[in-house]
């Protein structure tokens, strides 16, 4: 068996997630139905991370294990062809040692969340970023931001659906800039909790508009407590950025 990482792109709007579920399309359902068609062999899709329905990704790393000799760029090559519609991207692949898992590797996961802080409704954004009208104050933001950075009990953030043993994280990074109407939120961890960065995102948001003091951010993490949650911004504005591993120096 071969261990192929491949890169993967998608738009998450007509998925629900990517992981495989019982009710509906997945990115992983999708790939490894294209794996099957190229190889002729069932095969298992790996992910670094887990992404809600309608979520999209820039640079998810998974992997594959196939019995099959191929090349990587064949096999890149031959997975597009095979995805195709569907808004699915194979945009690298290489040979991986046995040892390396997409997951279990991972040493840090980045996302980045859009929102459109406009009046107009979006046309080419639509359902690729969220769409605020209210005016964001968005150096509040950042700094309301800075009181989730470091290692804390994120319950407040957390779905009551989440699995993870701890709702203890350390966030290494919440930043929040502005370009043009776009308000982005860059956020980086070695994981995160089910729902953290959009439940971060949305409480943030009330702060851009007003509707919330810069401190009560702190406030809303020290309760730790679901209830505390002001608001759980929407998927279609979350993006998957890069996943990180020892060999990337």
Not at 119 to 141: C, E, G, I, Y
Not at 193 to 216: D, F, K, N, Y
């Amino acid at each position: 068996m071969t261990r192929f990482a491949l890169t993967l792109e998608f738009d998450g709007t007509p998925f629900f997630g990517l992981q495989r579920q019982k009710d509906g399309p997945s990115v992983q359902q999708s790939v490894e139905e294209a794996a099957f068609r190229v190889l002729g062999e069932e095969v298992r899709l790996h992910s670094a991370g887990r992404t809600d329905t309608g979520v999209h990704a820039l640079a998810m790393r998974s992997h594959i294990d196939i019995a099959k000799d191929i090349a990587p760029f064949r096999l890149m090559e031959a997975l597009n062809a095979h995805l195709r519609p569907e808004p699915i991207a194979v945009t690298r692949c290489e040979v991986v040692p046995d040892d390396w898992h997409a997951r279990f590797s991972c040493l840090g996961r980045s996302y980045v969340y859009r929102i459109a802080n406009r009046r107009a409704p979006l046309t080419l954004d639509k359902n690729r970023a969220w769409l605020v009208s209210q005016d964001l104050d968005h150096a509040a933001m950042h700094e309301a931001a800075q009181a989730l950075v470091g290692l804390h009990d994120f319950t407040t953030f957390r779905s009551v659906h989440c699995q993870a043993d701890s709702p203890v994280k350390t966030l290494d990074r919440l930043d929040v800039e502005r370009e043009g109407e776009e308000v982005r939120i860059h956020a980086a961890a070695r994981s995160f909790l089910h729902h953290q960065v959009r439940s971060m995102v949305g409480c943030l948001a009330l702060v851009g508009m007003g509707r919330w003091p810069i401190e009560r951010m702190a406030e809303a993490l020290a309760a730790r407590d679901r209830q505390e949650l002001g608001l759980n911004a929407p998927p279609h504005g979350l993006y998957f950025v890069a996943a990180s591993y020892p060999a990337d120096g």
